[in-house]
């Protein structure tokens, strides 16, 4: 069970919006970050801010290690066989920028990349930006009205010219816990590889990338109770070291002339640049955060705040949820009647309560659903079931001014 020690530790979820308690449920987009972990960042700022990997003197050093340690406490968390398989980037949507760039260049015209409906912009354009150098084909799985994938189809998918599967390990609208360990071992049947868009797995789910088999695994820090501006690219260390370098630059050579330039080792060839240390060294500390509580206690926590409020919602005349798929994650996305969804955000905004409206970044899959946007609301350690019936009562009070 969830304590109430815990919310303390989130000092914004003690501020009011617009007169009232906030009421923060846009966790999908990003969660909200614990003391220890801003702490952190300031005691870096304030007592040893020194760039890494360059300098022979004591703060650098000190700096070095931090991020270092970080590197090989993610390798822990994710179960992977060596650090070299651990690069840091500034989120999911640059690691996986960094895989379709590099990995992709070997990709030629006539190639076809397998995505889902449900995916992220993050994980569609990085994979069309391929077309600057080769026509590249995306076929695209579909959901059925549950939100699931057609798996079926997904299988069909596969030939000789398929080079690469990307999917989302769960989606950011609809919930959807995709079955990512099976799906890989049929890509891997047809010696295909894969990537996993773990961004809205990494905060409630324990990810074991050796045990999923995958090739590739991308996350971001900001929506595990981490920094902004820090995210993960795991890879298998085979394709890695195949891969030429992404971006060029300091940290990521061994020796540069004029006529050539030789590469550094894993995991720095694709680290150009100086990296945001201190925001990696203060990630260290969500994991410390995440372990204390255990991500099992986590997930059943906010998997009981998503089955009380969806019970709450379905009860609302008017309200429609996208996304019923049994196992899905703490995120309800919906519409109410014909109210446009950016009315009902604002309203409820009003009333205090913080929840996301759009495409979610997600515009295939609006298309899919035949809306232009939805309401989001996602549940994170700190929301409490008071929260959920604020919510739903703010949703009841704006509703008749909706329809
Ligand atoms: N993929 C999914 C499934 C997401 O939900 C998000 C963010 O919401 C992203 C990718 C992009 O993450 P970021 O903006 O941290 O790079």
Redesign the pocket.
């Known amino acids: 069970m969830i304590e109430d020690s815990i919310r303390e530790e989130f000092p914004i979820l003690g501020r009011e919006v617009n007169g009232k308690p906030l009421i923060y449920l846009d966790n999908?987009?990003?969660s909200q970050t614990p003391r220890v972990v801003v702490e952190e960042i300031a005691r870096l700022y304030g007592t040893s801010k020194a760039n890494v990997h360059r300098g022979v003197h004591t703060l650098s050093q000190e700096a070095t290690e931090l991020q270092e340690e970080c590197r090989r406490r993610v390798q822990r968390h994710i179960n992977a066989e060596s650090h070299e398989e651990i690069i840091f980037t500034?989120?999911?949507?640059?690691?996986?920028n960094l895989v379709a760039s590099s990995y992709g260049q070997r990709f030629r015209d006539g190639d076809e990349i397998i995505l889902t409906v449900m995916?992220?912009h993050?994980?569609i354009v990085p994979w069309q930006l391929i077309g600057n150098h080769a026509d590249v084909k995306i076929r695209v799985v579909d959901i059925n009205e549950r939100g699931e994938l057609d798996l079926e189809q997904y299988r069909s998918l596969f030939n000789e010219r398929t080079v690469m599967a990307a999917f989302?390990h769960?989606?950011?609208v609809l919930g959807t816990q995709n079955p990512v360990k099976d799906m890989i071992a049929t890509a891997h049947a047809h010696g295909v590889p894969v990537l996993v868009?773990g961004?809205?797995a990494s905060p409630h789910l324990r990810i074991d990338v050796r045990d999923l088999d995958c090739d590739f695994y991308?996350f971001?820090a900001?929506?595990m109770y981490g920094p902004t501006g820090v995210?993960v690219l795991y890879g298998r260390k085979r394709l890695l070291e195949e891969m030429p370098p992404y971006q060029g630059g300091g940290e990521m050579i061994k020796h540069v002339t004029f006529e050539k330039t030789t590469y550094a080792e894993l995991p720095f060839k694709f680290e150009a640049g100086t990296p945001d240390f201190i925001g990696i060294a203060a990630f260290a500390k969500a994991f410390d955060f995440l372990d204390r509580i255990g991500l099992e206690n986590i997930e059943a926590h906010e998997l009981e705040l998503l089955r009380y409020t969806t019970s709450l919602l379905t009860e609302l005349e008017g309200v429609h949820i996208y996304g019923t798929a049994p196992g899905k994650g703490p995120v309800i996305s919906f519409n109410v009647g014909n109210a446009h969804n950016y009315d009902v955000g604002l309203l409820l905004d009003r009333l205090g309560v913080a929840v996301r409206t759009g495409h979610?970044?997600a515009q295939p899959l609006m298309e899919r659903l035949g809306v232009p946007g939805t309401v989001r609301a996602g549940f994170a350690v700190y929301n409490t079931k008071e929260e959920c019936d604020s919510f739903v009562a703010a949703l009841k009070r704006i509703m008749p001014m909706l329809m």
Request: charged share 20%.
């Open positions: 999908v987009a990003t500034r989120g999911t949507t640059e690691a996986i995916e992220h993050a994980n989302c769960v989606s950011n868009d961004a809205q991308v971001s900001h929506k995210g979610h970044c």
